[in-house]
């Protein structure tokens, strides 16, 4: 009797759980982007985007993967940066707003304008670096897929080119997000 019941219990525990749980959830990004280079008054005006697989909650905590790129499409007059990331991002969600942190790493090119930059008596006209870069940012929720974004990234790149051997833009970013719903179908109110 005792086991007839469990198994009954079970079943029914089994019919009220939601069939619209998404076990990983999927966003991309678009963002423009103010970057700081950090090489004299260097400037960019970048594209940043990227995509977000997200892991099931852990005590509200929400693990992800974030893979980004950004593109300048204005580099000022003193160097052009280029840089693709991947790592981790933890989003504590609060109603509609997500709030996030991020550690990437990545590789970078810094292109030198104006026939190149001078340091020493050398002339630097590119050059590769291995970047990292953490930042925090929010999402705020404008409808079920659709989110305004706010990004704030702190980088680290090695440069021949400046005594320190490393310069560290910072990087702002604005744009949006959409969240991949792949339970259209099946969607309960709350």
Not at 13 to 25: D, I, K, Y
Not at 42 to 61: C, E, M, R, W
Not at 168 to 175: K, N, R
Request: aromatic residues 12%; glycine residues 8%; proline residues 4%.
């Amino acid at each position: 009797m005792f086991c007839l019941v469990s198994l009954l219990t079970d079943v029914s525990q089994a019919q009220s759980t939601p069939t619209a749980t998404q076990r990983l959830q999927l966003s991309t990004f678009l963002a423009s982007s103010r970057v700081s280079t950090k090489l004299i008054n260097g400037k960019n005006f970048d594209v940043t985007s990227g995509a977000d697989l997200i892991f099931p909650t852990t005590h509200q905590i929400r693990p992800a993967i974030e893979v980004r790129g950004s593109y300048p499409i204005n580099s000022g007059k003193v160097d052009s940066q280029k840089a693709y990331f991947v790592g981790p991002r933890l989003e504590y969600p609060i109603g509609r707003l997500r709030t996030y942190i991020d550690v990437l790493i990545g590789r970078g090119r810094i292109e030198y304008l104006d026939d190149g930059y001078i340091f020493g008596t050398l002339r630097y006209i590119t050059s590769t670096s291995v970047v990292s870069s953490s930042g925090a940012g929010l999402d705020y929720g404008l409808t079920h897929q659709i989110a305004a974004k706010v990004d704030f990234q702190y980088q680290r790149w090695s440069t021949p080119a400046v005594s320190s051997s490393t310069i560290s833009p910072t990087v702002l970013s604005f744009g949006g997000v959409y969240t991949f719903d792949f339970n259209t179908r099946h969607h309960h109110s709350e």
